[in-house]
């Protein structure tokens, strides 16, 4: 852990406070045992947002602390310790990057207030296929009048279950797979012809297939300008990547913890099967990983702040770091578990679990060797 | 050594830049060649005057070893102005001025357990390249299981006297002094160890050197028959040697990492691929190699990221991060992956062993893919280093 400033330090060790008692694995799993449409705990996220945390990234004018990219990462990689099921990545993470990046200042107004304060969710409809690749996006909008109608389908959208908005990606020019020609809006969840039907995904949370069936909206519901999205969007789509790599960073750092502390304690022929070399060897590795992976994640999120020119090759290299390590972590806590790692009763598979969804939104370690070797001219 | 205030540093920056432009040899700006390495020490060889004076100049201002203290000839520097300097001298595509065991190792460890008279008398000729050190660990029946070593070393009243064999001596045929772990009692294992140093020109000292599968001989074995050691070249106490060895280890590990095995010179992977495997689309052709590759450069900058974070954190935390007991692991494997990388993507070309027929470059490559076999066996094998991060690191016990 590089060096803090006193108040990340209060912020880390705050959130490492608030998850341990508010939410610890088991209120996930409550949550998926009530089957809880939105995924998520409406008073916990309340209480995420007295605490600031919601409004870390949004500038202090509109209601946020503006402490950073980095101080989010730090309460991310807390609550991803305990996979606690909020909308921070996809509100207070994406979302208010979107608006303070790209937004015009009616729309800044009218929503980072609401996100500083946990008072809106608002998801992103980016996708269109079952890999990540944003420039593919073919959603229509047509111009009609002085707005817009759109037409298509969004799956799989992360918290779109209690989403009270929509960012959607829209082709309003040229052709999927083109980068010009996209479009961003913000469409209030509540717009006539916008229907969203309920996914149960292996992680528990409440995302959604969103359909878009002639969804008119205004002019002011575009962010930033028609056809110029996608800059925005990558940018904003960066600093998602760096923020759910920092939980995802957590989640593997708690899953190859609580291993360890199996490794210690757990005896058979006669010894606890962590003096075994086999085992001490995979787990120096698994160690090995998370090192670098948090070289990665740092560096990203510090790039960020700093305004850095590398912020983009950082980005896609901590993403898929974090994709590489919590899927080696989750399933070596899997098997090292042995027979009760298989089990519902034990956390292992809920971490496993969590971590592919994790892996696979805003692009998986595939997609992003490609981009950083696209980035570096090869 | 204080923290310098960023004024300060920006001026020790301007100050550093101009001295280096106006001080290092326009010649030395031609790739280095392997045997043009500047290693030092009575029998140094300098194909280009130039490179001995640049040596000389740098030595003149301590800055060989820029953050030893004055008095030992360093250049007392701290920390963020020898990052200074670092940076300059990369800006400047400088060749090293000295390569040298003495400043990666036997220093450091010289600062923190010799005598006042012993750091009077060895460091200043490793700061000027004088003397070139070579490294006696490793013994015939004693690698990972190192502190086994049986090399007998007697107390001979007025002297001592050194019996035994080293192997994988690095340079032990071109190297001046050794420092050397003897053992001075054999009723204890890790505490019957000392710590020796002595000139390799004494009589009885007989350095052998070892081909590799690469066809260059960087090791040696070495022998000593009936060497008579000077009772003030022990360094620390009597049968404490394991512990200055042991200290000495963290810092040839950290070195050996800080460069990365040497893995950086050269072509650039991506580019030998465009041009051996072929462009599609500003693609390297191959997308499995392609992505290979991105994986292995991720892999490095992943591994330079964590360097830099393990220096930021041991500075702030005094004392070692935990990050710096990975390092040496993963450069093993970051320089293996890549020569195996390198030599994949010159096909035909990365097979070649001498002579006509091959560009001199590929020919490099093999033999570096060939060297880099022994990265994860030198300086501690990777299942060693594993060992020791699962132990201190981890908390995990050993098998009873």
């Not at chain 1, 209030?188 to 528990?204: E, I, N, Q, W, Y």
């Not at chain 2, 590799?212 to 008579?228: A, H, Q, R, W, Y």
């Amino acid at each position: 852990m590089a060096v803090l400033t006193e108040e990340q330090v209060m912020l880390k060790d705050a959130a490492k406070g608030w998850v341990s008692e508010r939410s610890p694995v088991s209120a996930l799993r409550k949550l998926r045992d009530a089957d809880v449409d939105v995924g998520f705990d409406r008073a916990a996220w309340a209480e995420m947002g007295q605490m600031g945390w919601a409004g870390v990234v949004v500038p202090e004018t509109y209601g946020g602390s503006e402490f950073g990219y980095r101080s989010l990462g730090l309460v991310l990689e807390e609550t991803g310790r305990t996979l606690t099921n909020s909308p921070l990545v996809s509100t207070a993470l994406f979302a208010a990057s979107v608006l303070t990046l790209g937004a015009g200042a009616a729309q800044k107004e009218a929503w980072l207030g609401r996100i500083a304060e946990a008072g809106a969710v608002i998801a992103p409809a980016i996708d269109e296929h079952a890999h990540h690749a944003p420039a593919a996006t073919a959603l229509a909008a047509t111009r009609s009048g002085d707005g817009w109608t759109l037409t298509g389908k969004k799956p799989f959208v992360l918290d779109g279950m209690a989403a009270d908005a929509f960012i959607v990606a829209a082709r309003t020019s040229g052709k999927p797979g083109e980068e010009a020609g996209i479009t961003l809006f913000l469409v209030p969840a509540s717009a006539p012809g916008l229907s969203r039907t309920r996914l149960k995904t292996v992680d528990s949370r409440g995302a959604a297939d969103v359909s878009f069936e002639g969804v008119a909206v205004g002019a002011d519901t575009v962010i930033g300008q028609a056809d110029q999205g996608f800059g925005l969007l990558d940018q904003a789509l960066d600093r998602a990547r760096a923020g759910l790599a920092a939980e995802m960073l957590g989640q593997a750092s708690q899953a190859f913890e609580i291993t360890l502390d199996y490794l210690k304690t757990r005896v058979q022929f006669g010894q606890v099967i962590g003096t075994f070399q086999s085992l001490q060897h995979r787990a120096a590795k698994m160690f090995t990983e998370l090192e670098m992976t948090r070289s990665c994640v740092e560096a990203a999120l510090d790039a960020i702040d700093s305004n850095g020119n590398d912020v983009r090759a950082l980005c896609s290299l901590a993403k898929a770091k974090a994709s590489e390590t919590v899927h080696l972590v989750s399933n070596e806590m899997v098997q090292m578990h042995g027979g009760i790692g298989m089990t519902d009763a034990h956390d292992a598979g809920l971490y496993m679990k969590r971590a592919r969804v994790s892996e696979a939104l805003f692009g998986g370690a595939s997609f992003h060797r490609d981009r950083y070797a696209t980035l570096m001219g090869y | 050594m204080t923290d310098s205030a960023p004024t300060e540093l920006d001026a020790f920056r301007a100050e550093t830049r101009a001295w280096l432009e106006q001080n290092y040899p326009r010649s030395l700006d031609a790739p280095m060649a392997e045997d043009d390495a500047p290693w030092g020490g009575r029998r140094a060889k300098w194909s280009n005057p130039d490179a001995k004076l640049w040596l000389d100049r740098m030595a003149a201002k301590g800055w060989t070893a820029p953050t030893w203290p004055t008095a030992y000839g360093g250049g007392g520097l701290s920390a963020e102005q020898n990052r200074v300097l670092q940076q300059e001298l990369i800006r400047l595509k400088a060749r090293p001025a000295l390569m040298s065991f003495g400043l990666w190792m036997l220093g450091p460890v010289l600062l923190e357990y010799a005598t006042e008279e012993q750091k009077q008398k060895f460091l200043p000729p490793i700061v000027r390249g004088e003397i070139r050190w070579c490294q006696g660990y490793s013994e015939p029946g004693a690698g990972s299981d190192l502190a086994g070593l049986q090399t007998r070393c007697e107390d001979q009243g007025d002297h001592y006297l050194v019996n035994g064999q080293k192997v994988w001596t690095s340079y032990a045929d071109q190297a001046d002094w050794i420092f050397c772990l003897v053992r001075t009692d054999t009723s204890k294992k890790h505490e019957g160890i000392s710590f020796l140093l002595f000139d390799m020109t004494t009589p009885g000292v007989e350095p052998r050197p070892i081909k590799l599968i690469s066809g260059s001989s960087p090791f040696c074995e070495t022998f000593f028959d009936n060497v008579k050691v000077p009772k003030d070249q022990l360094v620390g106490r009597l049968n404490g040697g394991w512990d200055i060895a042991k200290r000495l280890l963290q810092y040839e590990r950290q070195n050996i990492s800080a460069s990365g095995f040497g893995g950086g010179a050269g072509p650039e992977l991506e580019d030998v691929a465009k041009a051996f495997v072929g462009v599609s689309g500003g693609k390297i052709a191959d997308p499995d190699l392609r992505a290979r590759i991105a994986e292995h450069r991720m892999y490095a900058k992943a591994f330079a990221l964590t360097v830099r974070r393990a220096e930021a954190e041991s500075k702030a935390a005094k004392g070692p991060s935990a990050a710096t007991s990975i390092i040496k692991y993963a450069a093993a494997k970051m320089n293996q992956d890549r020569s195996e990388l390198m030599v994949e993507a010159l096909g035909t070309q990365g097979l070649g062993w001498e002579g006509e027929g091959f560009d001199p470059d590929a020919l490099k490559a093999t033999r570096a893919w060939l060297r880099s076999k022994g990265n994860s066996i030198e300086g501690g094998t990777s299942e060693v280093n594993l060992n020791v991060v699962a132990k201190r690191v981890l908390g995990l016990l050993d098998h009873q």
